[in-house]
């Protein structure tokens, strides 16, 4: 079942990407595996998928280690907020990080990459509807974090941002990539399972794909 719609879901990011006049190798489909089991997550993987997502630094230790040991060229990008106790974890587990949104977490996460000499990009979180309850930097604090994590040596791949629930995402979409180009940055983390075409339109480069995957979760995530 996930076989078959990985197989939808890679065409119509193909579809449009086509539309967009952008080649569907500049975008890369995030399969999100919260709350799923590696059950759940083999038969993606056996389907050639490499690029997952998880929200939880446990929930990823648990599962990840043993996945990667039979798939060692499968990466794991980190999608959801992160602790900065948890930043020694996360910069051992995870391939890329998209919820750096705050300088506490930026010096954290900096620390760890030297001490475990191990650089892995992030995208920068932005709260890009400026919703009180979600994570991500405030949009008018992006050029300084940015400039920020570039001088910690920090690589940064881009934006990465959630519109709000109840809206249509388009807008939002559009405004995160003209902040990402203000910065120089050539990634755009946006788009899940209800809007990724949308996104990919807009200049997505990354998008994160759960729900469509897996179908429903069985529980709420965050
Ligand atoms: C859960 C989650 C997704 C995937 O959402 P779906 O609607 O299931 O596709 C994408 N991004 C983040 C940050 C998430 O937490």
Not at 71 to 79: A, E, Q
Not at 146 to 173: T, W
């Amino acid at each position: 079942m996930a076989k078959q719609a990985l197989k939808e879901i890679t065409g119509k990011i193909e579809k449009a990407a086509r539309i967009a006049g952008r080649k569907p190798s500049d975008i890369t489909l995030i399969a999100v595996s919260k709350t799923r089991s590696s059950d759940d997550i083999r038969p993606l993987l056996e389907a050639g998928q490499r690029v997952f997502g998880e929200n939880r630094v446990q929930e990823a230790a648990d599962k990840w280690p043993a996945l990667k040991a039979d798939y060692p060229d499968s990466k794991l990008h980190m999608i959801g907020q992160l602790q900065s106790n948890k930043a020694a974890e996360a910069v051992a587990l995870f391939d890329y990080i998209h919820s750096l949104d705050r300088p506490s977490l930026l010096k954290a996460l900096a620390k760890e990459m030297d001490r475990q000499d191990r650089r892995i990009p992030c995208f920068v979180q932005v709260n890009i509807g400026e919703e009180p309850q979600k994570g991500g930097c405030e949009i008018a604090a992006v050029p300084a974090l940015v400039e920020q994590a570039r001088k910690a040596g920090l690589n940064i791949a881009g934006l990465m941002a959630i519109p709000p629930d109840d809206s249509n995402p388009a807008p939002y979409f559009t405004l995160l990539a003209k902040l990402a180009r203000d910065q120089g940055l050539a990634g755009l983390s946006m788009g899940m399972s209800g809007d990724f075409e949308s996104a990919v339109k807009l200049g997505a480069t990354h998008v994160r794909v759960g729900t469509a995957l897996f179908g429903p979760r069985p529980t709420p995530a965050g």
